[in-house]
């Protein structure tokens, strides 16, 4: 079967650092992506990890470990409007398996 | 990144009727969208697989008679929700994938603005 957890909520303070954790369970992987979504609104792209360590794109990191099926995003310098949901997706070929997404809530 | 264009953002209709969500991909071809599911405070679920030409892919559980799906395009996908109910309010987003990417493994889905459906 199909498997991703993720925490359903996390709280931070603003300028403040966060890692959001993600392990999956899938059968077949292509890649894990992290998508961000603000209420009401489609997710967007914020990274994509298919080999094992860390990528680095400003203030937003992922990490892949493969052997462990594990995946964190990290967000430094947290800002308001960091405050959303973020989406880790596993790639099965053409398709995207979601996880449940983690609501983040920045706090001043 | 490519451009994907859902439209509308929102509606509103009677229990009973049929709405149709347009998806379009503007700078690019692609002959696979997908469409998904979101109620509040929930992921995304994959109702089923557009691919251009041919019938789409359902999802386990997905009604195929009441979530109709044309992939007439390369660039146009469309969900028509028929004789809507209360339950089926929720927010639909589509996703394509740019067939220039077509064999890469890490081509991004490229979403829509996503439609609010609010069945009264």
């Known amino acids: 079967g199909q498997n991703i957890d993720q925490p359903t909520e996390m709280t931070a303070t603003e300028g403040a650092i966060v890692q959001i954790n993600c392990t999956y369970q899938t059968s077949g992987f292509n890649g894990l992506f992290w998508y961000q979504q603000h209420a009401g609104e489609a997710p967007t792209f914020l990274s994509y990890n298919v080999l094992d360590g860390l990528e680095e794109k400003g203030r937003f990191s992922s990490f892949l470990s493969r052997s462990k099926g594990y995946s964190y995003l990290l967000l430094k310098e947290l800002q308001m409007k960091d405050s959303a949901s973020y989406l880790c997706?596993?790639?099965?070929?053409?398709?995207?398996?979601w996880g449940a997404g983690t609501k983040l809530i920045i706090k001043p | 990144g490519a451009v994907v264009s859902q439209h509308p953002s929102w509606v509103i209709c009677k229990s009973g009727t049929s709405v149709k969500i347009e998806c379009r991909s503007l700078d690019f071809q692609a002959t696979t969208m997908f469409w998904y599911r979101q109620f509040p405070k929930q992921s995304l679920m994959l109702m089923a697989t557009?691919?251009?030409?041919?019938?789409?892919?359902?999802e386990q559980g997905v009604e195929k008679d009441k979530f109709l799906i044309n992939h007439a395009s390369l660039t146009l996908s469309t969900l028509t929700v028929t004789s809507a109910h209360p339950e089926d309010s929720s927010f639909y987003i589509c996703s394509a994938r740019d067939l220039g990417d077509r064999g890469a493994l890490n081509t991004e889905a490229f979403f829509g603005q996503g439609t609010r459906l609010t069945v009264v």
């Open positions: 997706a596993v790639k099965r070929t053409y398709q995207l398996i």
């Open positions: 557009s691919n251009e030409g041919s019938k789409a892919t359902y």
